[in-house]
């Protein structure tokens, strides 16, 4: 069952929901072309890392231990990549960010999962890379493989 | 006075020494093209974000809090990117990636600082900009200008 913050997390566009802890909700992110990539938004309203409270950061660094553990077991995850950007808020008239971290696994090695190829080309860089289409059934897979490996 | 730690994190690269705390160091980053970007490097040799102490977790959330404010006061930052990439490490043949922060202040406006313009053209985006060349003396007013802001 979803939680109550889920509805409205899911006007962002954040994705499907996997798991959600105290503090956050961790979804798997629309974007697949690095398969596994996740969100994981603050359940109140809040816009910046400054401020973050103690309790959610030590929430949150469980977290860390829980996704990295749990997506090497899943698809052999060579490392990860973290980031708090915030960007596309700022796109807006009225920036109103929601506070949210991409958590990105990366692979030096093609990983094939339900018949689907998965690749990281650009392995040890930062490039932005066009949305990969998986379909919903895929998407629950995904999700299913993961939840599995989350301790 | 530079801690001793500084010496051998210098040789990846991170720039100018800033400030330390119990378990980070604060560098001004090589690249100044977005004026006042910082890497926060951990000071033990340690290569990934998960088993992360707590007591490192909350040294550097202190650390977010004061560069966020300090950075906003100096220079009439916008918004900030942080990111914990550790990418660069696994072009190596043997991988030894050592955790450290990119801190990325980003702007609405132009800042004009000792007679230079600094812009930030991709806001509201992640693009990679080519390095801004500052001189050795602009590196030290602008590391003069985060410390006089940083509480």
């Known amino acids: 069952m979803e939680c109550s913050y889920c509805q409205k997390l899911k006007s962002y566009g954040y994705g499907d929901f996997i798991a959600e802890t105290e503090y956050w909700v961790i979804f798997l992110a629309p974007n697949q072309s690095n398969l596994g990539t996740c969100v ?9 890392l400054s401020g973050l409270k103690p309790e959610e950061w030590s929430d949150f660094s469980k977290i860390v231990d829980r996704l990295e553990y749990a997506l090497k077991k899943a698809f052999d995850v060579t490392m990860f990549n973290w ?7 700022y796109l807006e008239d ?4 929601h ?3 991409h958590f990105i696994p990366r692979y030096t090695h093609k990983v094939h999962f339900e018949g689907i190829v998965f690749e990281d080309p650009y392995f040890g ?3 932005p890379r066009p949305v990969k ?12 493989k993961i939840k599995e490996n989350l301790k």
């Not at 980031?83 to 808020?89: I, V």
């Open 40 to 48: 994981i938004a603050l359940k109140r309203h809040y816009g910046k």
């Open 83 to 89: 980031g708090c950007l915030l960007n596309s808020f």
């Open 94 to 97: 009225q920036p109103n960010p």
């Open 99 to 101: 506070l949210h971290w």
């Open 125 to 127: 860089y930062m490039r």
């Open 133 to 144: 289409n998986v379909s919903t059934k895929l998407r629950k897979k995904i999700i299913a």
